[in-house]
């Protein structure tokens, strides 16, 4: 049976860190639709790619040793953005072109817009690209935050104009919530050369069950309050919040409750955090087997990010878990709950945020109530195989004349 083509920027498994749960439920869902061929990139992790040729009908695993400073290299002799250098590679782009003659591919599904090189100016099936998010809207935000910003300033700039090929080259264009292809179209050149359509984040509620996850024995045996903070902890978005807890929140916090703590949970934190691991009241875990149990015994999950695009799994990880969510209105972006029933959101402002979260300490049955609110809310709106449920139909047709050369 002819295949279908799934290009990402990391090998989709385990399902542990953001851009890895999407890929690896949106592998899912294409291997339900046919054959899977997975050209991807790897860190050595043997079972990671075990438990991909499980699932892949073949696969090409590209290592991923690039140095950065070659990429950055590569990228200003090229005039082509780093995301793009830092992620080429002559073997996959080789694996590819045989593949789709091999197999007989009739339709390719990018994840990432880095993935997007690869893909042939002169295939004739379909083409659906998962952007997740605007990249270079990110990269602008960097820039304006002032450091390096020559250089954030040139990828954002080369990003952009790489987005648009992208959306100009495929069937449909992928992003993760209305927001963001409202921001993606008012970028472009051409809007309407370019077919978006929106498929949300989702949520394995059954894994992410209250039910069935204890708290942590460590926090449980303390009095707490507890705050938690998950994520991917080298990713400048997450280190940017938990910083911002750590130093201007936490403090006003302790002022009104000594006991209180907040646990940074997630692999890979920067020097800079590690430094304040052992802080009155910081913790600092790094990599865990499982979030669920600091996700259970915490009296408030905090997502302050100043920088967010799309869907912050983290989020959906705690309403799943039925606890109670206080976020920056960036953070929220993407989920469509009612502030007040589901989460609470406060400004960056540390003084506006330890009220809220104040308030919500004195009240333990309204926040009881909008743990309650909040898993009720992901498991109606946000279940992986509703969301998912739209690809079928993208790659089953062929975009009748939507497609643009590069």
């Known amino acids: 049976m002819p295949g279908i083509l799934f290009l990402a920027h990391r090998v989709p498994f385990p ?8 890929s690896h439920h949106l592998l899912k869902a294409l291997a339900r639709l046919g054959p899977v061929h997975v050209g991807c990139f790897g860190e050595g992790d043997d079972a990671a790619e075990g438990a991909l040729a499980a699932v892949a009908a073949s696969r090409c695993v590209a290592p991923r040793t690039k140095p950065l400073p070659l990429a950055g290299v590569e990228a200003v002799l090229s005039g082509k953005p780093v995301s793009l250098t830092a992620f080429h590679s002559a073997k996959l782009a080789r694996w590819v072109r045989e593949t789709i003659v091999r197999e007989g591919i009739e339709a390719i599904v990018v ?12 295939f004739a099936g379909p083409v659906v690209i998962d952007l997740c998010d605007v990249d270079s809207a990110k990269f602008e935000a960097y820039a304006a935050a002032g450091e390096r910003k020559w250089l954030y300033a ?7 104009r790489e987005e648009e090929r992208l959306g100009r080259q495929a069937d449909a264009a992928i992003l993760i919530s209305e927001a963001e292809v409202a921001l ?4 472009l050149d051409a809007p309407d050369a ?3 359509r929106v498929i949300g984040n989702g949520i394995d509620a059954a894994f992410f069950d209250p039910a069935l996850a204890s708290p942590h024995p460590e926090l449980a045996a303390t009095a707490g309050p507890h705050f938690v903070f998950t994520g991917q902890m080298d990713y400048r978005p997450n280190e940017q919040a938990a910083l911002w807890v750590i130093e201007a929140l936490l403090p006003r916090l302790r002022a009104r409750h000594p006991g209180a703590s907040f646990h940074v949970v997630g692999r890979n934190p920067t020097r800079a ?5 052992g802080a009155p009241g910081v913790r600092v875990w790094g990599a865990v087997p499982d979030v669920r149990p600091f996700i259970a015994a915490a009296d408030a999950v905090l997502a302050p990010l100043l920088i967010a695009r799309g869907v912050q799994n983290k989020v959906l990880e705690a309403m799943a878990m039925a606890r109670p969510v206080v976020l920056t209105t960036e ?3 993407g989920i469509a709950a009612e502030n007040g029933e589901h989460w609470l959101i406060a400004p960056p402002d540390p003084e506006v945020m330890a009220a809220h979260i104040t308030d919500l300490l004195a009240n333990p049955a309204a926040a009881s109530r909008i743990g309650a609110a909040a898993r009720d809310f992901v498991l109606l709106h946000h279940g992986w195989e509703a969301m998912l449920a739209p690809l079928g139909e993208l790659i089953g047709g062929r975009g009748e004349g939507r497609r643009h050369a590069a």
């Open 15 to 22: 399902p542990d860190r953001g851009d890895r749960i999407r």
């Open 184 to 187: 993606y179209r008012s970028r």
């Open 194 to 196: 370019v077919n978006v």
């Open 111 to 122: 994840f990432s817009g880095q993935m997007g090189q690869y893909v042939p100016d002169d």
């Open 273 to 277: 955090l590690m430094a304040e691991d």
């Open 154 to 160: 040139r990828e954002a700039r080369l990003l952009a």
């Open 331 to 333: 953070a929220a972006t």
